[in-house]
Antibody, heavy 124, light 106 residues
Framework: EVQLVESGGGLVQPGGSLRLSCAAS????????MDWVRQAPGKGLEWVAR??????????EHAVSVQGRFTISRDDSQNSLYLQMNSLETEDTAVYYC???????????????WGQGTLVTVSS | IQLTQSPSSLSASVGDRVTITCRAS??????LAWFQQKPGKAPKLLIY???TLQSGVPSRFSGSGSGTDFTLTIRSLQPEDFATYYC?????????FGGGTKVEIK
């Protein structure tokens, strides 16, 4: 069974840092693109970052809103995905989800499996 | 690329046919997915490649469109379908979601 479990959320002051983790099981992480998606309280979904699979050399993409502050990474030996978040702002307050991607006909889609999410609150 | 969903909310009854639209600010071929999200839960993938039903999703859900205009149709609304629906494009980076459509009980 595919399972994704996020951890590492919590309360942090503006300007602070946090590292989110996503533990994957039931599949080989190296075969899949992986995304982080967030949702601010009462708001819609926002794509945050993508890590491509081993075949695509683990290259990454980040949303403009987090570029230079957040970094997606992974450790396939630990079957884990990470999101290092620096210089946090109050606008980064959200539930953060990791999502597994899949590729078909040359396009790689998000989210055939999702974690339960972890809440990050940025406040003084 | 901006995605505009309409309506932002709708009220419908069990058994109704419901249509949600998603318009892209530029052409995205068929690189579009639809998600369903219930309160306090993670999103669930319904459709990808604009019209391909994800495994395990009931056949009352269908998607259509290409280029800039897309639709999600629920053929006969069931009680478990009351939720918020989002489109997402996968055409280029950054990936973006539409603003969501909340389907409520009439």
């Amino acid at each position: 069974e595919v399972q994704l479990v996020e951890s590492g959320g919590g309360l942090v002051q503006p300007g602070g840092s946090l590292r989110l983790s996503c533990a994957a099981s039931g599949f080989s992480l190296s075969d899949h693109y992986m995304d982080w998606v967030r949702q601010a309280p009462g708001k819609g979904l926002e794509w945050v970052a993508r890590s491509r699979n081993k075949a695509q050399s683990y290259t990454t993409e980040h949303a403009v809103s987090v570029q230079g502050r957040f970094t997606i990474s992974r450790d396939d030996s630990q079957n884990s995905l990470y999101l290092q978040m620096n210089s946090l702002e109050t606008e980064d307050t959200a539930v953060y989800y990791c999502a597994r991607g899949f590729c078909t006909s040359g396009t790689c889609y998000s989210g055939d499996s999702w974690g339960q999410g972890t809440l990050v609150t940025v406040s003084s | 690329i901006q995605l505009t969903q309409s309506p932002s909310s709708l009220s419908a009854s069990v058994g109704d046919r419901v249509t949600i639209t998603c318009r892209a600010s530029q052409g995205i071929s068929s690189h579009l997915a639809w998600f369903q999200q219930k309160p306090g839960k993670a999103p669930k993938l319904l459709i990808y490649a604009a019209s391909t039903l994800q495994s395990g999703v009931p056949s009352r859900f269908s998607g259509s469109g290409s280029g800039t205009d897309f639709t999600l149709t629920i053929r006969s609304l069931q009680p478990e379908d009351f939720a918020t629906y989002y489109c997402q494009h996968l055409n280029s980076y950054p990936l973006t979601f539409g603003g969501g459509t909340k389907v409520e009980i009439k």
